[in-house]
């Protein structure tokens, strides 16, 4: 089974400059998260969707940072101007569905380093 | 939110048991106990979950005590491989969310 694909791995920009990352989920999967992962710390949840719908983005600093899943699968995530401080691994993740409260098991991909200069 | 509670770090030699321990004081009553692995460069990996007692799968053991404020992952006889991040989260208290820590740095030391 084909793991959850993201592109591209590493990206360098400056800052005020845009970025779009993409992420594949596993196929099946209903459900499709964007992380943002700073160095030295523990991935913090930007965006659940489930299908095309947004579930959760609450963390999500909506003043630069959109995301979109069009037809339910495939998924975008851009950075329109980015900062200093946006550098940082950006991970996705799939699961079958919106578990119940409390019981996760989420599939990562390999994620994408980005370096705002 | 139901907030975890690891230590930073730990070495641990090769061939060794390693438990490392995890508190969550605030578990609701609905929430699961599930402990990620990570490896530099790599997106976190689902290693196991439990509810409470005792779980075991071919990877790690995961013992908790019946007022499931804390939890241990025991790792037998630990690699070199098995150098990476452990984090310990808990169920959200009813919005899904997956709230990571700062998680254990594990290192196995030859």
């Known amino acids: 089974e084909a793991g959850v694909a993201q592109s591209p791995r590493y990206k360098i920009i400056e800052k005020r400059q845009s970025v779009a990352f993409w992420c594949n989920p596993i196929?099946?999967?209903?459900?499709l998260y964007w992380y943002q992962q700073i160095l030295g710390q523990g991935p913090k949840l930007l965006i659940q969707?489930?299908?095309?719908?947004?579930?959760?983005d609450s963390q999500l600093p909506k003043d630069r940072f959109s995301a979109e899943r069009l037809k339910g699968v495939d998924s975008t995530l851009k950075i329109q101007p980015a900062k200093l401080e946006d550098s940082a691994v950006y991970l996705c993740?799939?699961?079958?569905?919106?578990?119940?409260?409390?019981?996760?098991?989420?599939?990562f991909g390999p994620g994408t380093r980005l370096t705002v200069t | 939110l139901a907030k975890t509670t690891q230590p930073i770090s730990m070495d641990s030699y090769e061939g060794q048991e390693v438990n490392i321990t995890c508190s969550h004081n605030?578990?609701?009553?609905?929430?699961?106990i599930t402990w990620y692995q990570q490896f530099p460069s790599q997106g976190p990996r689902f290693i196991i979950q439990?509810?409470?007692t005792k779980v075991t799968n071919e990877v790690a053991s995961l013992f908790i005590p019946a007022d499931r404020k804390s939890s241990t992952l025991s790792l037998p006889r630990v690699s070199l491989s098995d150098t990476a991040v452990y984090y310990c989260?808990?169920?959200?208290?009813?919005?899904?969310?997956?709230?990571f820590g700062k998680g254990n740095q594990v290192v196995v030391i030859p």
């Open positions: 196929s099946g999967h209903a459900t």
């Open positions: 969707f489930q299908n095309n719908g947004v579930v959760d």
């Open positions: 989260l808990v169920g959200d208290n009813g919005n899904n969310r997956l709230a």
């Open positions: 993740a799939s699961s079958l569905v919106i578990p119940p409260p409390g019981a996760y098991e989420q599939y």
């Open positions: 605030n578990i609701a009553t609905n929430d699961y």
């Open positions: 439990g509810y409470k």
